[in-house]
Structures are given as structure tokens and as C-alpha cells.
């Protein structure tokens, strides 16, 4: 499972923007996807541990994820990018469907 610690445990690392949204990262290596680290302030993936399965896209009632590829990673060569992180409702659905528990939700 994602390490809940990762904000004190791994260095801040370059951040990523998606449309108007700038999703800030932890851990990240820019080179070839090897090593993403986690992305999401407070709707947080492990990168390194999400296989890719979309159940998180399809939980998510306000359409926070949309498919992000990532090809070269160990875990997937797609990932559920936290586009639209501010509109979360903190319902933690997606935590509850994720099979390798690679989601933090942070509520604010
Ligand atoms: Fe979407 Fe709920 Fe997960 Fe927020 S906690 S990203 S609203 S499924």
C-alpha cells in the first residue's frame, strides 16, 4: 500500500500540470516513467504501485481521474491522473476500490 508518509519520507519533486491544474509530486525521477513516486496533494497515487485497473475512474463520483499513460513503469503503462484534485468530494470511494490500496485521500 502507498506509504501514508510519503510528504515527510520523499523529496518534492517536479510538479505536472494538467489543463488548470498543477498536480504536485513526491519522489519523482523525470526518466523513462521508471520511478513516478506519488502524485496528489490530498488525492494522492502511489504511481509506483498502481497496476492501472481504472476502478478509481469508474468510483469516482465527480470525475476527479482520467487516463494518464506511462509507459515504461514497473506497476502500468497507465495511470489515473488526478486531473480535476480540486473537485474531490473526499467520498473515499476510490480508496476503497483500489486493489494494491496505491490511494491516500487526504480530507481537507
Ligand atoms: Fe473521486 Fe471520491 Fe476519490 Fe475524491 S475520494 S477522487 S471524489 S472517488
Redesign the pocket.
Known amino acids: 500500500p502507498i506509504d501514508v508518509g510519503y510528504k515527510s519520507k520523499m523529496s518534492a519533486s517536479s510538479p505536472y500540470s494538467i489543463g488548470s491544474h498543477t498536480i504536485k509530486t513526491w519522489g519523482r525521477k523525470d526518466v523513462d516513467n521508471k520511478v513516478l513516486g506519488v502524485w496528489g496533494e490530498f488525492?494522492s497515487v502511489d504511481f509506483d504501485i498502481c497496476i492501472g485497473d481504472g476502478a478509481?475512474i469508474d468510483?469516482?463520483?465527480?470525475d476527479?481521474?482520467e487516463w494518464f499513460d506511462t509507459p515504461g513503469n514497473a506497476g502500468s503503462n497507465r495511470k489515473p491522473i488526478?486531473a480535476r484534485e480540486p473537485d474531490?468530494?473526499?467520498?473515499?470511494?476510490?480508496?476503497a476500490v483500489c486493489p494494491p490500496k496505491a490511494i491516500k485521500?487526504f480530507e481537507q
Open positions: 488525492v478509481c468510483a469516482c463520483p465527480v476527479v481521474y488526478m474531490c468530494i473526499f467520498c473515499l470511494a476510490c480508496e485521500i
